[in-house]
Each structure stands twice: as C-alpha cells, then as structure tokens.
C-alpha cells in the first residue's frame, strides 16, 4: 500500500522568504504525482502535476521536482506572499491517488 | 473551465435522513470515479471507486451499506449517505480519472452536516 509522507506538517515564514515543502512516498510505480492546495472550507486547486517520465514542472514561482528512484517530490514557492497561505497537499497516482497530510503554510505579511 | 460539476457544495440535515451527493463529468466519459472523505485538518481518504456499470469497491472501513455509489453512466456518479448522524459529518469530494491522460479532475467538494 502506498504511503505519503509530507515534511513539515506547518511551516510559518515571513513575506519573501522561499518555501520549499517536501513530500516521500512508498512505492516508485507511479503515473504522476501532482500537488495541490486547499484553502479552508474548500476543495483542492491543482498546482503541478509531474509525470513519471519527467524530473520537473515549472508554473510561475511554482516549481516541482520528481525523484521517483528515492520516492521524492519537492515543491519550491518562490518569494511567497500572504496570498500562499494555504494547505498543499502532495498526492501520489498508482491509479489510486494516494494523498499526504499536508502542510499548512503561513506567510507572515 | 470546470471538468467535474459536484453538487450540492454544502448540505445540512437532520440526524438519521439520507444525503444524496452528485458528482457530473463534464468533458470527458469516466469510466472509474472516485469518492473521498475528509476530516477537519486532516487529509483525503479514500472512500470508494466506481467503474462505470458494476459495484464500487470499497476501501476498509467503509460501511457499503451506509455509503451507496452508483456509477449509473460514464458522467455520472451519486454517493448516498444513509440513515446520516453526526460522525458522518465530513467534506466529500468526488473525482474523475482521465484514462487517456492518466489524470484525475476533483469536484469542488460537499460539506456535509449533520444535526
């Protein structure tokens, strides 16, 4: 069964600063992994989908980065701003999306 | 625009009533759907899939009887909340899997609330 394991689970940092938000899963037999984010109340925003044949996917201060050998994906946000905070979500695709715990992330204005 | 219409966004209903939840393709044929749960700060669970035509397949630990989905055509998927109480009060989101593109679109989610 796949596991997904994100690092850190909150994450609070000034307005400015890069983020940079982890996440490992179990099993490298994947489609695609994809991040999302999900404000409170609300359903899920998909930020960057990588396919399994891919290392990176790039979407303006967004950018993503796939290890399937070591069962890792990096989400970076450059410069954050306030508008970021939100939860982000890593979900992994063996068929099943098998989704993380998230990290809640806070930029201080 | 929108791939996946779910309806309806927020539901609230009496203890022990039945909840009905619809999940639209809207631009693609789905064959296999999906049906999440999640919990207040916690993340999404998979309840259940459904192949367009058979019985859906439940994870472990969903009651089958309690949650009933039927895939009755390739855009269009219900999930029934039976006999509702208050731990059943929970955010459903459903989700459609592009077969072609390997890719799976989410609805907008279901908040449901139980009295």
């Known amino acids: 069964k796949q596991e997904v394991t994100q690092i850190p689970a909150a994450l609070s940092v000034p307005e400015g600063e890069n983020l940079v938000l982890n996440c490992s899963f179990t099993?490298?037999?994947?489609?695609?992994l994809q991040w999302f984010r999900q404000d409170p109340g609300k359903g899920l925003t998909s930020l960057l989908l990588?396919?399994?044949?891919?290392r990176e996917q790039t979407s303006g201060r967004l950018n993503a980065s796939l290890d399937k050998s070591s069962g890792r994906s990096t989400l970076y946000i450059a410069a954050s701003q306030p508008g970021d905070s939100a939860t982000y979500l890593c979900?992994?695709?063996?068929?099943?999306?098998?989704f993380g715990a998230g990290t809640t992330v806070t930029v201080r204005a | 625009g929108a791939v996946v219409s779910q309806h309806p966004s927020w539901v609230i209903c009496k203890s022990g009533t039945s909840v009905k939840i619809e999940c639209r393709s809207l631009?693609?044929?789905?064959?296999?759907m999906f049906w999440y749960r999640q919990f207040p700060k916690q993340s999404l669970m998979l309840m259940a899939t459904?192949?367009?035509?058979?019985?859906?397949?439940?994870e472990q630990g969903v009651e089958k009887d309690k949650f009933l989905i039927n895939h009755a055509s390739l855009t269009l998927s219900t999930l029934t909340v039976t006999s509702a109480h208050p731990e059943d009060s929970s955010f459903y989101i459903c989700?459609?899997?592009?077969?072609?593109?390997?890719?799976?679109?989410f609805g907008a989610g279901t908040r449901l609330s139980v009295l």
């Open positions: 979900a992994v695709d063996d068929y099943k999306l098998s």
């Open positions: 099993d490298s037999a994947i489609y695609n």
């Open positions: 990588i396919q399994s044949s891919q």
């Open positions: 631009d693609f044929q789905a064959t296999t």
């Open positions: 459904s192949n367009e035509g058979s019985k859906a397949t439940y």
């Open positions: 989700s459609l899997r592009d077969r072609e593109k390997n890719i799976q679109y």
